[in-house]
């Protein structure tokens, strides 16, 4: 039986790109060499495709562009590898997604991918779309009646002073407040505020990070971060529950890929009751984003023991130890067969 040839893309356009290159190590060492035929696709920072049939070594420490690289683009026919004028057609089953951010996690690469017909791994272009976007998360969980932070969405064209938004959003929502880009991810652009000093120089770097003009005003939640592993289109498996032990406002950039300051309990210290809240919560905010393939959902829990949610997270962490594969584990899906589900996953659509 011929192995499935399966395109793992890495790298990208995007604030993420380093993040992504572990991903992308982790994950190629687990892939079982005898199920797959892997091609390792490289999107550089300034979006140009390449065909990478180097060492995993190279992509970690962000030496892959160095050699072994050939231009690609992608067709309905595969990967064009470009060379001397020429082209070699590189056939591709199933695409394997290991972009963070924007041009990764946004829908973009989705889109483009059921534009040529070629099934892969994670959530569809619209759920990918929604989920990326904090406005619209906030829109459809509300709506769906999953417990979300009270917010104000901020639009760079919006006429009243940086003054005048932080009076009606401290008033409205009291303080701290949380500032954050509505399209980036890995936190990012990210802010706690309790003054208006740090409230407009977090406002002014959430808007550079999110690029499109707009940023949440969230109202601090009281509490600490659990997050959940779901997996599944029409028929879900829901992972065990993390915990994040932080001694800082908010698990930031540094807590979650240096864990400086940051440990993670998994399974969380929370009794049995609140921690099958927080699975259902986590299955009802994933079918509410029409969600496919995989996603670890973000929640609270606050001092009075409810749940609040936080985000969706559809191209989660792929390292060895991210929280994404850690909670599967947890319920006896290591790493190689999470791979093979997710692949199965993105088959059936």
Not at 4 to 15: D, H, P, Y
Not at 54 to 77: F, K, M, S, Y
Not at 80 to 96: A, H, I, R
Request: hydrophobic share 40%.
């Amino acid at each position: 039986m011929s192995k499935l040839k399966l395109g793992v893309v890495f790298g990208g356009k995007s604030s993420e790109y380093g993040v992504s290159l572990h991903s992308a190590g982790s994950l190629l060492r687990q892939i079982d060499q005898d199920k797959y035929t892997v091609i390792m696709i490289g999107i550089s920072l300034q979006g140009d495709w390449y065909l990478y049939e180097g060492d995993i070594d190279a992509i970690e420490h962000d030496h892959w562009q160095e050699g072994n690289c050939t231009p690609c683009v992608l067709t309905r026919e595969g990967l064009l590898k470009l060379k001397d004028g020429t082209y070699e057609v590189v056939k591709v089953d199933c695409m394997f997604p290991v972009l963070h951010g924007k041009n990764g996690e946004d829908g973009t690469i989705q889109g483009l991918f059921e534009i040529m017909d070629i099934p892969y791994v994670g959530c569809g272009h619209m759920s990918s779309a929604i989920c990326m976007d904090k406005e619209m998360t906030h829109i459809i969980a509300e709506h769906a009646g999953v417990p979300c932070a009270p917010y104000r969405c901020i639009y760079e064209s919006d006429p009243r002073s940086l003054q005048e938004i932080y009076e009606e959003a401290s008033q409205a929502l009291g303080l701290p407040l949380f500032i954050k880009p509505c399209n980036a991810g890995s936190s990012y652009g990210v802010h706690c505020v309790e003054n208006f000093e740090d409230f407009e120089e977090g406002v002014k770097d959430a808007f550079v990070q999110d690029g499109k003009g707009k940023i949440v005003i969230e109202q601090a939640i009281e509490g600490f971060e659990i997050g959940c592993a779901v997996m599944g289109n029409d028929t879900l498996t829901v992972g065990s529950v993390d915990e994040i032990d932080i001694k800082g406002a908010f698990f930031d950039y540094e807590g979650k890929y240096e864990m400086k300051d940051a440990a993670i309990h998994c399974p969380a210290r929370i009794d049995q009751t609140l921690f099958e809240e927080a699975r259902a919560l986590a299955a009802k905010a994933y079918r509410a984003m029409n969600c496919k393939g995989m996603t670890r959902v973000d929640m609270f829990v606050t001092p009075q023991h409810t749940i609040v949610f936080n985000e969706l997270n559809t191209i989660p962490g792929f390292t060895a130890t991210s929280r994404y594969p850690s909670m599967m584990k947890e319920i006896g899906i290591d790493f190689p067969e999470l791979i093979d589900r997710l692949v199965a996953l993105a088959m059936e659509k």
